[in-house]
Structures are given as C-alpha cells and as structure tokens.
C-alpha cells in the first residue's frame, strides 16, 4: 500500500491549494479515505473523509464550507481543495486509509 501526497505549499492567507494523494497497492475504489492534518505542537485531527463511491462526505467544523474533498477512482486518486486558508490551516496533510498513511505535504499559510 502506497500513499503519496502532492500540493502543499505556501500561500497568503484568503489564497486556496489543492492537494492530491494518489493511492497503489489497493482496490482504492473500496475504501473509504480520510485527510488529517497535524500542525505545530499540536496532535494529529481529522480535516475530512469521503465514501468509496464519493457519496458521502464529511468535514470537520474548522474547515466546513471552506474545504471540499473528492475523489476520483479511475485515477486512485483523492483530492482536498482548500479555499479561503487562514494562518491555523497551516500544518502536515495526511491522506489515509484503514492502517495506512502516507508522508503528508507541508502546507504554510502565511502573509
């Protein structure tokens, strides 16, 4: 199982990434996928999940209409845009499946 994350970056504050994290080693269209992230000093929290189909998603409230995950089967793929990032959304994305993580992608929000 491979997990391997793309996107992050810097930004100014108000400005938007979106981050991929393209999956191998499983039947990606099965699982359920998560993004956590973890900033300074700070435990690791859960930003968003998504169903296997893409049906069903859900965010945490720190992010909820700023955030959209979604995914893309065909491609292994699960993305998380990221609109209108305020200085607190700086951390380590993860992306993740039942016991798997990948190596998460820095992504700095500063003016």
């Known amino acids: 199982v491979q997990l391997v994350e793309f996107g992050g970056g810097s930004v100014q504050p108000g400005g938007s990434l979106r981050l991929s994290c393209e999956a191998s080693?499983?039947?990606?269209?099965?699982?359920?996928m998560r993004w956590y992230r973890q900033a300074p000093g700070k435990e690791r929290e859960l930003v968003a999940f998504?169903?296997?189909?893409?049906?069903?998603?859900n965010y945490a409230a720190a992010v909820k209409g700023r955030f959209t995950i979604s995914r893309d089967n065909a491609k292994n793929t699960v993305y998380l845009q990221m609109s209108s990032l305020k200085l607190e959304d700086t951390a380590v994305y993860y992306c993740?499946?039942?016991?798997?993580w990948g190596q998460g992608t820095q992504v700095i929000v500063s003016s």
């Open positions: 080693g499983f039947t990606f269209s099965t699982y359920l």
């Open positions: 998504i169903s296997s189909d893409g049906g069903i998603t």
């Open positions: 993740s499946r039942p016991g798997y």
